[in-house]
């Protein structure tokens, strides 16, 4: 904007990405790092149909709940969104954010829902299992870290406040090998150089872990000595594979994938389950509130011995085997062919003979199963953030089960789905459990049970 004004306002609310929102001219105003109930002074910056954007400038009258940030590049990563509000406060307005998408999609009878208050981490810090740092060239020097909130502009680390602190050790000395063996990261612009991605997962008890370099090509100099020297610095990394990525996109992983060394999982325990897990597998980013977020579903689901279950999306499966004891059967499908190898292998070693897997989409298997008379008693379902396919919807309101427990990593598609959903299911309650602290998402955990006529 030309000569942009400047505005006092009072923050009434945070936004679905942590922002705060105030009102000028009438219409909507978001001011990043803002809290409610502050008054702060901002730069309008531009304007956008029926909202403005603003900067903040500085605060007249501090809210309460407003911490210094601990993490040096905070303003800058984009990573975190939160770390200037205390946790009690984050825990709040992730309760809120529902409350937010509730009356937004307005599902029916949604004003009389039971929102729990959200499920918080006793440390909010350090608990990521998986680290996707990009690798760019930064001043002449190799360096791994994520890209500046809507940009590509990498933007180094070295230490982050949100990662178990093994990824971070790993991912550090892989670059100082690389910058040792002067290999060539990737140039966005030019479409040049070799190495991508590092993508490090380790379990939660940080004695495992599983390193994947993204290359463009299928070239990997110095591999052999990268291997010995990464492998004996640290000796929990159990595996080392390179993925290729031709393609440019915004997907990390391309469809190659070479075993360079070592072995092809890592093992997590999740409530006495122990699962296996291979490099594209899907597993939840923070196993202690895992934990918690799978004995709320357990809680949702009141499983009996005597029930059958269908565990959709189950990836790995995670939530299905951690409920298998409990139930008489599991039937699990994902489209991901290598996270049902898992979830077969898993159930294999826990000595599970109630559970199947199956490679294909609920939509499909559902009706097909109802045809030869095998009807759920309950679903699970746990979708990406896009929410539940539209066809898979449709089967839920024509093949429905007496219990439907819907776990969500976005409350507004959850909210979306739920117009739906809540024509058939009576929604008994949500429960939020801030799975990602400092951060603007959370998981909900949905209670539903067949309407009667």
């Given at each position: ?9 009072t ?18 105003l ?25 900067k ?6 501090k809210?309460p ?6 993490c040096p590049?905070?303003?800058?990563c ?12 984050q ?18 009878g949604?004003?009389?829902y ?6 918080g ?44 602190p093994l ?5 550090n ?23 991508k ?13 599983q ?5 463009r ?9 990268m ?5 004996k ?29 070592g ?44 029930e ?9 499966g ?14 699990g ?13 898993n ?11 199956f ?53 507004s ?5 739920l ?22 998402r ?12």
């Amino acid at each position: 904007m030309k000569n942009p004004a400047k505005a006092t306002v009072t923050i009434k609310r945070l936004g679905i990405n942590g922002e705060g929102i105030a009102y000028y001219q009438n219409k909507i105003l978001f001011v990043p790092n803002a809290l409610p109930k502050e008054k702060v002074l901002c730069e309008i910056i531009s304007s956008k149909g029926n909202f403005f954007q603003g900067k903040l400038l500085k605060i007249l009258k501090k809210s309460p709940q407003r911490v210094m940030p601990p993490c040096p590049i905070y303003d800058t990563c984009g990573g975190c969104q939160l770390q200037h509000l205390n946790s009690a406060g984050q825990l709040v307005f992730k309760k809120d954010l529902l409350k937010q998408a509730l009356h937004k999609f307005k599902p029916e009878g949604f004003k009389n829902y039971l929102l729990k208050d959200t499920l918080g981490m006793n440390d909010p810090w350090y608990y990521r299992n998986k680290a996707q740092f990009p690798l760019r060239l930064v001043q002449g020097k190799i360096k791994a870290g994520l890209f500046k909130e809507n940009s590509h502009d990498l933007i180094p680390l070295e230490n982050c406040l949100v990662q178990l602190p093994l990824t971070q050790k790993i991912a550090n000395y892989v670059v100082s090998l690389m910058e040792k063996y002067h290999l060539s990261p990737f140039n966005e612009k030019k479409n040049t150089g070799d190495f991508k991605t590092l993508v490090i997962r380790c379990n939660e008890a940080q004695t495992e872990a599983q390193l994947v370099v993204v290359t463009r090509t299928d070239s990997f100099p110095f591999a052999k000595e990268m291997i010995i020297e990464v492998t004996k610095k640290f000796p929990e990394i159990k595996s080392f594979m390179q993925n290729i990525q031709p393609e440019k996109t915004s997907l990390i992983f391309g469809e190659k994938t070479k075993e360079l060394w070592g072995v092809k999982t890592i093992e997590e325990t999740i409530n006495h389950t122990t699962f296996s897990l291979s490099p594209r597998a899907f597993f939840q980013l923070n196993p202690a509130q895992t934990k918690v977020l799978y004995a709320e579903a357990k809680k949702a689901l009141e499983p009996n011995k005597n029930e059958t279950l269908i565990d959709a999306y189950c990836g790995v499966g995670t939530i299905g085997l951690s409920l298998a004891p409990f139930v008489k059967e599991v039937r699990g499908m994902d489209i991901i062919p290598e996270a049902i190898e898992d979830a077969k292998e898993n159930a294999k070693r826990l000595n599970l003979e109630n559970t199947h897997y199956f490679v294909g989409k609920a939509e499909q298997l559902i009706p097909q199963w109802t045809k030869k008379n095998f009807v759920a008693d309950g679903i699970i379902v746990d979708p990406p953030r896009s929410g539940l396919d539209d066809a898979l919807l449709k089967t839920l309101m024509t093949h429905p089960v007496k219990k439907l427990v819907y776990v969500s990593c976005n409350v507004s598609t959850l909210a979306r789905d739920l117009v739906t959903l809540g024509k058939k299911y009576h929604v008994e309650y949500l429960q939020s459990v801030d799975m990602f602290p400092q951060t603007a998402r959370c998981e909900v955990v949905v209670k539903m049970r067949l309407k009667t006529i």
